[in-house]
């Protein structure tokens, strides 16, 4: 950009003459104008992108503001768009994302604990490390793939909330590994030090010390990992998830002997960001405002928990200081 | 625990009780090994998950190729696996997947990496502490939400620049991706300026250049392995992404280069065979898994390319 500023080749020396004077302030105040002009450019860039989110979360709630009754919450899909609901979309939801955080939160923060507290630095160690990093890249389609054929019919789960739950926990996995490790990273080990001078084993040092310290930043990678997961789309399409569901899963307490029932994981089921894809395909502008309102709600799901990430995030940074 | 009892045998009254490999401290050992046994499964199950990936891809596009030949695959110009007379050809899907990508491309690296060097040259702390969780919220959003704002807010807009143009199109889809990858542009490029020792800055300001010069032609130059993993790691990104296309970009596919039509790619043909009733087992079947592994390999090479720059932008400094 600037070998266009300097038009006139400079004397031998600029000070001198006064003519190459001049030369030099033009050529320094084009520099300065570039300098100016390219953050402009960069801060547009940047409003842009903020107003890309912007218009879309005021399009979705414009669009989807007169369908956002409590009856919506409470009403199943139905043909008629007025009188559909999300019931068993967020129900369904919330049903996955238990069974998600139950698998990936302990395997994921366990797997952490192990390359950052006891791996022994060989081959095997170096091997599972890239391997995390290639499955942090492979799209979230191809999980659904791989569970499609292994938990839905080789292990026989069928298109259940366990297979569900199963597939975005592993997608889960290399974010709350990551974050885990980066987590205890930040822990001084004069920590570790003093526990093991007291006599502590490894695990005393890593279940009193260690994890105590680093909940904070692993509490905050969990929360952005479900929320990724929440909003987790085509993998659950993939596995034969249903997009008409009329029904809740199969509750886990009753009043009958044995009381507590475990029925719930083998049901069929649907999440909320399948019911919206459901009507956002639909060519009927009705249906389109149910996609609307169900993308608000998503929206405000997601925020929310990124909104809680964040503050996790600064809540222990200044809480803590090594 | 190497301390043993017979060290203090000699003496006649010891102080303290001598330490013996005694049953509690078995028992303490022992458990530390499960526990170290149990956590090392841990980390290793995710090379079984890719196992479980590989495997499955393998299995079932093997039984989908000994139907249809590797040279049709690759060489036919027709995709319709749903049809009477199905035609097996990756090429329209790919074709698909590219343009979409291309366009997301167009609109993330610029965007990105202007973003990158002014949070990374202009922009103090403050500034960039407030502006970095703005921008990540972005990548935040769910992708179907991305996919209802390309069909419904971006498509219409575009019609209006190109009247000729359907509501599917992969351009408005294309876009909408761009926005969505911008982030990962951002914050990759910016982590691989800030890595740039601020001594080179220094240098470069001494000798007079403005943020802009020093930015283009030092900072950039020295940061270029990592600012281009950011970039390839983008590509990755696009072309694994699976629900703004789905929603946005139509699911026909069709062997185009241009973006104002509407076309399936390699993800979004999966998911409309998925929302089919198809057979396990069906030929159906087994094209998903095809085109999955067309996918995964393309996306395991950008992914391999980019940790290769990552890695080697590291031992620079």
Not at chain 1, 159 to 169: E, F
Not at chain 2, 59 to 82: G, M, R
Not at chain 2, 272 to 284: K, M, R
């Amino acid at each position: 950009m600037t070998t266009s500023t300097n038009p006139t080749p400079m004397s031998p020396n600029p000070l001198v003459s006064t003519a190459s004077m001049g030369d030099l302030r033009a050529n320094i105040r084009n520099r300065k104008v570039f300098d100016g002009l390219f953050g402009v450019v960069a801060i547009l860039a940047l409003l842009v992108s903020i107003l890309a989110l912007l218009a879309l979360f005021l399009n979705l709630a414009i669009q989807g503001a007169e369908r956002i009754r409590p009856d919506f919450f409470l009403s199943f899909p139905s043909r008629n768009p007025f009188e559909a609901g999300i019931l068993s979309a967020w129900v369904g939801s919330l049903v996955v994302m238990f069974v998600t955080a139950l698998v990936g939160i302990p395997l994921g923060v366990a797997a952490g604990l192990y390359l950052e507290e006891y791996a022994p630095k060989n081959t095997i160690t170096h091997f599972i490390e890239i391997n995390i990093m290639n499955l942090a890249g492979v799209p979230s389609i191809v999980y659904g793939l791989m569970a499609l054929g292994l938990f839905v019919y080789k292990f026989q789960f069928g298109q259940s909330v366990l297979s569900a739950g199963l597939t975005l926990a592993l997608l889960a996995l290399p974010i709350v590994i990551t974050a885990t490790r980066e987590a205890i990273r930040t822990i001084p080990n004069s920590m570790r030090e003093a526990a093991y001078a007291l006599g502590a084993t490894k695990w005393e040092v890593t279940s009193h010390h260690v994890l105590p310290y680093s909940l904070g930043g692993i509490l905050t990678g969990t929360v952005i990992a479900l929320s990724r997961a929440i909003g987790e789309t085509a993998p659950l399409i993939t596995i034969g998830a249903l997009t008409f569901i009329a029904f809740l899963p199969t509750p886990p307490f009753s009043t009958e002997a044995p009381f507590l029932s475990f029925q719930w994981i083998w049901d069929a089921f649907t999440v909320l960001p399948i019911q919206m894809f459901n009507w956002v395909s639909r060519p009927q502008e009705e249906f389109q405002k149910n996609a609307a309102a169900a993308g608000v709600v998503l929206m405000v799901m997601t925020l929310a928990m990124n909104g809680i990430a964040i503050w996790l995030r600064a809540r222990y940074r200044s809480r803590i200081k090594w | 625990m190497q301390l043993d009892s017979t060290t203090t045998l000699e003496t006649a009254e010891p102080m303290v009780t001598p330490l013996r490999a005694g049953p509690l401290l078995r028992k303490k050992k022992a458990k530390e090994s499960v526990i170290t046994l149990m956590l090392f499964l841990a980390a290793f199950s995710s090379v079984l998950v890719t196992a479980g990936i590989v495997g499955t891809l393998v299995v079932e596009s093997l039984a989908f190729f000994k139907h249809i030949s590797l040279v049709d695959f690759f060489t036919d110009t027709q995709w319709t696996p749903l049809f009477s007379e199905p035609r097996y050809g990756i090429l329209p899907l790919v074709a698909g997947t590219l343009v979409t990508t291309c366009v997301a491309l167009l609109v993330s690296i610029p965007m990105g990496t202007s973003i990158a060097i002014f949070l990374s040259e202009y922009a103090n702390k403050k500034w960039r502490e407030t502006l970095k969780p703005i921008l990540e919220l972005l990548s935040a959003v769910p992708t179907v939400v991305y996919g209802y704002f390309a069909l419904l807010f971006v498509s219409p807009i575009m019609q209006k620049i190109f009247p000729e143009m359907g509501a599917f199109n992969m351009l408005s889809a294309g876009l909408v991706m761009g926005i969505m990858i911008v982030p990962y542009v951002a914050s990759l490029s910016e982590d691989a300026m800030r890595a740039v020792p601020s001594a080179l800055r220094e240098g470069s300001y001494a000798m007079g250049s403005t943020r802009l010069q020093t930015a283009l032609r030092v900072v950039f130059p020295s940061a270029l392995s990592g600012i281009s993993a950011a970039y390839v790691l983008a590509l990755s990104r696009a072309v694994g992404e699976t629900m703004i296309v789905a929603v946005a970009a139509g699911m026909q596919p069709n062997f185009t280069l241009n973006p104002t039509e509407s076309a399936s790619t390699l993800t979004a043909f999966i998911v409309q065979v998925s929302l089919g009733d198809v057979p396990h087992g069906s030929i159906g079947y087994q094209a998903i898994f095809a085109a999955g592994v067309t996918l995964f390999v393309i996306t395991l090479f950008f992914n391999l390319v980019s940790f290769w720059l990552r890695r080697r932008y590291r031992q620079a400094y």
